[in-house]
């Protein structure tokens, strides 16, 4: 076998373990979920080695999905790191063996606190399985490893299992686009999701137009906003806009007559606006749905108060 086949293979067999889950899930991912919804404290998952890594992982996506978690090594709670448990607590043990020794140390003392623990591991026989309030099976029946012996495919498994924790339970607390980015403040889509129109519109020395303006006057103005588009207002409201395309195609239509023309004769009367309050996601769909590049900011009074252009909704 060449090498991309090595690695067809590879994924092919991660691809199968995750779907072999399938049938696991079963009374016992119900009853984690309902340990963790009810949970009072934290959801604090552990593990040693690759199991450890992978539980990292889980424990950060829980976080950012609204189920406070992190991770502990259990080989730190002998050394002092047990005082970070609380009982309202909810543990995650993870080993694919279920007799990784570290762990089994460590699981008395969560006994002794009441911490229900929710286990993971390949062998539901295990020792981890039978001191677990519940026990999410995730064996798989061979390693992506060619030695079968590296952790692959159940590495893959677990962390898939994880994420069905995570996934399900953001879905039984309705979590909402908002609610993610309340716990990305600092990150490109917790800045999509939490700028609106007023934190980014364009205010000064807008592109105002006249419906009356002949449309020569108006392309000057219009090279001057830079933003492809001139906005027509009447008694301190918006009657239409113009763009650039619109202008292209009035030359085109009326050739010399077109110093004739005024604004009135080519606007769009109903522009794309919207309320300073807007997302900067919901500005994003709505450009992408129209195929427009800006749109109006108004008032209740449908008076502009500025223009968002697509390259204000790159953050």
Known sequence: ???????????????????????????????AIDLMMNCQGKVIVTGVGKSGHIGAKIAATLASTGTPSFFINPLDVFHGDLGVMSKGDVVIAISNSGQTDELLRFIPMVLHMEIPIIAMSGNPQSLLAKYSTCHLNVSVKKEACPLNLAPTSSTTATLAMGDALAVALMEKRHFQPQDFAMFHPGGEI???????????????????????????EAIILVSKGKLGLG????????????????????????????FNRIVDDIMTRTPKTVTPQTKISEIQKMMNKYKIHNVLVTDDTHKLLGIVDRYACIL
């Not at 060449?2 to 009374?27: F, G, S």
């Open 231 to 258: 906005v027509a207002v009447k008694e301190d409201r918006i009657a239409g806009m113009i763009t650039d395309g619109d202008i292209r195609r009035a030359m085109e239509q009326w050739q010399a007559d077109f």
């Open 1 to 31: 076998m060449t090498a991309r086949e090595y690695a067809i293979q590879c994924i092919k067999d991660e691809a199968q373990a995750v779907l072999d889950l399938i049938p696991k899930i079963d009374d016992n991912f119900d009853r």
């Open 190 to 216: 917790g800045k999509r999701l939490l700028t609106t129109a007023q934190d980014v519109m364009i205010t000064e020395n807008l592109p105002l137009l006249s419906p009356e303006m002949h449309l020569g």
